[in-house]
């Protein structure tokens, strides 16, 4: 929690990079030690693939230090408010941008670094898994909106259309592999692959609704998939499996159980009413006016599938006949577990109905973000609730101009 939090506020670029590397020793030993039968090889996976990345971000941040040096740049440390103001040339802010964002990538994790995030999520014990999809994926996202992007505003064109391509190709593909998997964590695990990838389409549309989009999708994705991780811990606590094939007919013998997964399934689907309608919607919208019109089209095809896999995992695990007589003797949520759950739950309509609350808080540093990086920003505001809206475009006053007509 403490690297979490120090990468998270700090405006320094060298303390981001000491909390950066902290946080992955604790997430080692917490799959390495509690998670499951192939934790060694999950644990050293997650380690070397962030390791790697991290060291060519530390080459990075040396260089950019040492070019502040050179041109006699009146600079006090790794501030990164002195550092925005650096007139780096063309072919130093390609290949900076390509080390942070190599970095960046890993962590988020983006297709085809995405590698070790199944392995981590199905060997991690219930906690790791929610920490690791609630809080340090965001690290890889954030990274992006807070140091490789605003640093670097002349090389991102340069690399907007492939990273854009990149992460349809995570959306689909996570999409497509969620739908074939029989293990239930897994299948979730996979999803966050797809979710991550709506993210970073929002966030390469360099406009405000793109952004905004990108960035509920970071709150969204850590409520719903986190809640799933628990929804899966619950189960798994119950019956010490996590096979599809093992379960059938839950909700006749675990309603509160079976309602509660019902929502959190609803809302990583992106059902309007819930908050993944909110953030899928903005980001698609985004990207489509942002210049990444085919991009949002193709994405799209993944809240498709969304609805596909969860749905079809949702129905084999709740509904039709108890076929195995272990789950009949299955008990229903505890009154701590469905504690744990409500908030969760608030949030998932709170976001989903009334999105305006976070927006309000979000226009400013996004505005902020936007300027930075050289475009004009416009305040997201959503006029009427989510659930009523049923598929309107949130309405916004202007529009932000192409990813591709940087200044």
Known sequence: ETGMLGAFVSLDLFLFYVFWELMLIPMYFLIGIWGGKNRIYAAVKFFIYTAVGSLLMLVAIIFVYYYAVQSGADINGFGIQEFYKLDLPYNAQFWLFLAFGFSFAIKVPMFPLHTWLPDAHTEAPTAGSV????????????????????????????????????????????????????????????????????????IFAMNMQGLAGGMIQMINHGISTGALFLIVGFIYERRHTRLITEFGGLATKMPIFATIFMIITFSSVGLPGTNGFVGEFLALMGAFEGGLRWYAVFATTGVILAAVYMLWMYQRVMFGKVTNPENEKLKDLSLREIVIMLPLLVFVFWIGVYPNTFFSKMNPAMEKVLEQMGHQPAIVEMHQPAAEAHGHAPAAEGHAPAAHGHN
């Open 131 to 202: 920490i690791l999809a609630a809080v340090l994926l965001k690290m890889g996202t954030y990274g992006y909106v807070r140091f490789a992007m605003p640093l670097f505003p002349e090389a991102l064109p340069t690399f907007i259309p492939f990273l854009a391509f990149l992460s349809v190709v995570g959306i689909i593909y996570g999409s497509l592999v969620a739908m074939m998997q029989e293990d239930v964590k897994k299948l979730v695990a996979y999803s966050s692959v797809a979710h991550l990838g709506f993210v970073m389409l929002g």
